[in-house]
C-alpha cells in the first residue's frame, strides 16, 4: 500500500541556518510527491510539486525539494531559514488519475531568533 | 483567497447529537474534500465528492455521512458526535485530478465533543 513516512516530528533550527526536512515513500511506481505547509490555525498551502522530469523542483517562499529514486525520498531544503517559516509541513503522495493525497504525519518547525 | 469557507470556525457540542459541518466554494471546482487533522496523524480522508449527488468513502468514514445537492457546498455530519471526533476538519477542493491541480484548503473547523 502507498504511504509516505515523515521521520522527524519536530526540528528546531537558528534563523538563518539551512533547512531540510525529510520525507519518505513507499510505492512501486513513480509516485506523484507535493510538499504543503500548514501555518498556526490555518488551512494547509501547496509549496511545490513533483510530477516527473528534472529532480530538482523549485517551489514558493524559497524552498526546494530534490526527489531521490534509489532512497525514495522527496526531502524539502531552504538554504536559509526566515522566522516566519516556523510552521508544520506535510509531504504528500498521489498516483497518476487519482483524486486523493497521502499524506505523511507532518514535521513541526521552530525557528530560533 | 481561492474562495473556500468553512463553517463554523469553532463548535463545542455534546456527546450524541447530531453536528454539521459545511464546506461552501465560489470555484467552482468539481472535487470536494473533507479531512480530519489529529497530531501524530497528519490528515486523514474521510468522504469526498467527484460531482453532485456523487460521493465516496475515505479511509475513516465510519460516523460521518456527506452530502453535496450543489456544486458549491460540501455537508459533512456527525450523526451522533462521540470524543473520538474532537479534531480540526479541513475542507479541500480540486479542479481535477490532484496530479495536475493539487487541492486548495479550507481553514478549518475546529470541533470539541464534550
Known amino acids: 500500500a502507498q504511504s509516505v513516512t515523515q521521520p522527524d516530528i519536530h526540528i528546531t533550527v537558528s534563523e538563518g541556518a539551512s533547512l531540510e526536512l525529510r520525507c519518505n515513500y513507499s510505492y512501486g511506481a513513480t509516485p506523484y510527491l507535493f510538499w504543503y505547509v500548514q501555518s498556526p490555525g490555518q488551512g494547509l498551502q501547496l509549496l511545490l510539486k513533483y510530477f516527473s522530469g528534472d529532480t530538482l523542483v523549485q517551489g514558493i517562499k524559497g524552498f526546494e525539494a530534490e526527489f531521490k529514486r534509489s532512497q525514495s525520498s522527496f526531502n524539502l531544503r531552504k538554504p536559509s531559514v526566515h522566522w516566519s517559516d516556523a510552521a508544520e509541513y506535510f509531504c504528500?503522495?498521489?498516483?497518476?488519475?487519482?483524486?486523493?493525497?497521502?499524506f505523511g504525519t507532518g514535521t513541526r518547525l521552530k525557528v530560533l531568533a | 483567497d481561492a474562495g473556500i469557507t468553512q463553517s463554523p470556525r469553532h463548535k463545542v457540542t455534546e456527546t450524541g447529537t447530531p453536528v454539521t459541518l459545511r464546506c461552501h466554494q465560489t470555484e467552482n471546482h468539481r472535487y470536494m474534500y473533507w479531512y480530519r487533522q489529529d497530531p501524530g496523524h497528519g490528515l486523514r480522508l474521510i468522504h469526498y465528492?467527484?460531482?453532485?449527488?456523487?460521493?465516496d468513502k475515505g479511509e475513516v468514514s465510519d460516523g460521518y455521512s456527506v452530502s453535496r445537492s450543489k456544486t458549491e457546498d460540501f455537508l459533512l455530519t456527525l450523526e451522533s458526535a462521540t470524543s473520538s471526533q474532537t479534531s480540526v476538519y479541513f475542507c479541500a477542493i480540486s479542479e481535477g485530478s490532484v496530479t495536475n491541480y493539487g487541492y486548495t484548503f479550507g481553514s478549518g473547523t475546529r470541533l470539541t465533543v464534550v
Open positions: 504528500a503522495s498521489t498516483t497518476s488519475g487519482t483524486y486523493k493525497y497521502i
Open positions: 465528492s467527484y460531482g453532485v449527488k456523487d460521493t
